[in-house]
């Protein structure tokens, strides 16, 4: 089953992304694994979906160590003439939470607030169902179980 507003859990998950994006100033959220799976975007557009392609082929394709095998990611992209203004954590050993930006920002409060919602972000994720029903065979869901 495709994850989506029917699913309760993939629901708060959401909420969730949107009040931190609240609190942070940031455009919209969204959490992905080092797989390229997206798992939620919070404010949804076929732009904001380009930019979470572009953050993983920035920052996560290539880490030298992947998320899997111990690796983090802990990363502040901020460039006047870039259109991908953003922060970004891993956690769970396979996930990233990314915020993306308006323009250029101090990330010394988003930080703190992103690295105090991560407990809970990690809850909601995962609480999700896999999304290709429940004898997922996906690298996510592997990697969820």
Do not use: K
């Not at 969730?16 to 997206?38: F, K």
């Not at 095998?69 to 953003?86: A, C, K, N, P």
């Not at 809970?120 to 592997?142: E, W």
Request: net charge neutral; hydrophobic share 45%; with cysteine.
């Amino acid at each position: 089953m495709p994850l989506g507003p029917h699913v309760p859990a993939w629901q708060r998950l959401r909420d969730a992304l949107g009040e931190l994006c609240r609190q942070t100033g940031a455009a919209y959220a969204a959490v992905l694994d080092e797989s390229n799976c997206v798992w939620c975007v919070w404010n949804v557009s076929p732009d904001n979906l380009g930019a979470v392609v572009r953050l993983y082929e920035r920052e996560v394709a290539n880490l030298v160590v992947p998320l899997r095998r111990g690796g983090r990611l802990s990363v502040t992209h901020i460039e006047e003439s870039s259109t991908d203004v953003y922060l970004a954590e891993s956690f769970g050993g396979l996930y990233i939470l990314a915020l993306w930006f308006h323009g250029p920002f101090d990330p010394v409060l988003p930080r703190a607030r992103v690295l105090r919602a991560l407990p809970r972000i990690a809850r909601l994720t995962l609480a999700l169902p896999p999304p290709d029903g429940p004898d997922s065979s996906s690298a996510a869901g592997r990697g969820r179980a």
